[in-house]
């Protein structure tokens, strides 16, 4: 009796470590599936944790400034220096103009807005062109030009709080003779709105730019004359409903019958993000640099 219920006991726990054993390799295998089919989900969530921690940094290596008057609100900025700058030598600063996405108060939109920041890396316009960068920001329901984005044509309006903050700033900085910047070298680049700000900074200043790059932007093509003589290389996508690209269109042909001489590249089947084939074009980071106010 002893003997059979030993057998009996044998088989039983036999069977139930089986048991275990088959489920322990089928609920490792479950497991196994399970971690395998969310691995490009992790794979894709600590890229994006260690594009912000780059990001970030990046941000960080840019001056936190502000610009403080009575009755406006305050204009935050940030400003970058070439990676090296020897005594007594000049160089040359990029005013960049945001768009709308860039808005707010935190001082740091404006440079992640659109990939402006990864470009400026991507250019290497701090290392290789030893280049300064001014990056204002607009706030939050304002532009830096008060026109409607989907009007064919406008006339330039009173200047915005935002550009005549920016410029001053702007002013500001150059004056510094810290920041050692070259006043024949100072180049305007804006998209979308931060387009229009373009066009507008540099008609309100026609003698103040050495170049200007305005993407998906419209200017006042009634004051065309007044560019004429400037380095213009404009940007647009000719499927953009946003900012439709007649816009750029006027505005060069504006410019070539008063006599300038401006580049426009009109990209295909491009929507209203055309400034992604201006950080790709060393073509056109190359042009830019290479302008010197007379």
């Known amino acids: 009796m002893i003997n059979k219920e030993s057998r009996l006991y044998s088989i039983l726990c036999s069977f139930f470590v089986f048991q275990v054993e088959w489920f322990t390799r089928r609920n490792y295998q479950y497991v196994m599936n399970r971690i395998l089919c969310l691995y490009p989900l992790i794979a894709c969530f600590l890229s994006i944790q260690f594009n912000i921690q780059a990001k970030d940094s990046l941000i960080g290596t840019y001056k936190t400034q502000s610009l403080k008057t009575e009755n406006k609100k305050p204009f935050y900025y940030r400003t970058s220096s070439p990676d090296k700058m020897d005594s007594g030598k000049k160089y040359p600063l990029l005013v960049f103009f945001h768009g709308a996405g860039g808005r707010g108060e935190d001082n740091q939109g404006q440079l992640v807005d659109a990939g402006g920041i990864e470009a400026f890396e991507k250019q290497k316009v701090r290392s290789k062109r030893k280049s300064h960068i001014f990056a204002g920001q607009v706030p939050k329901g304002e532009r830096w030009v008060n026109t409607g984005w989907n009007l064919l044509g406008h006339s330039m309006p009173k200047i915005s709080d935002s550009m005549e903050m920016a410029l001053a700033a702007v002013d500001s900085y150059i004056q510094n003779p810290q920041n050692q910047v070259d ?4 180049y305007a680049m804006g998209l979308s709105m931060g387009g229009y700000g373009t066009w507008d900074a540099i008609q309100r200043r026609p003698n103040f730019f050495a170049a200007a790059v ?73 042009w830019l640099y290479s302008q010197s106010r007379k």
């Open 183 to 186: 006043p024949k070298r100072v």
């Open 214 to 286: 305005p993407i998906c932007g419209g200017g006042d093509k009634k004051l065309a004359k007044k560019i004429a003589h400037l380095p213009i290389w404009a940007w647009h996508g000719d499927k953009d409903t946003v900012i439709k690209p007649i816009r750029s269109r006027d505005m060069i042909q504006a410019i070539q019958k008063a006599g300038g001489s401006p580049k426009y590249s009109e990209i295909k089947d491009r929507g209203h993000n055309s400034w992604v084939d201006v950080w790709n074009s060393d073509e056109l980071w190359d």
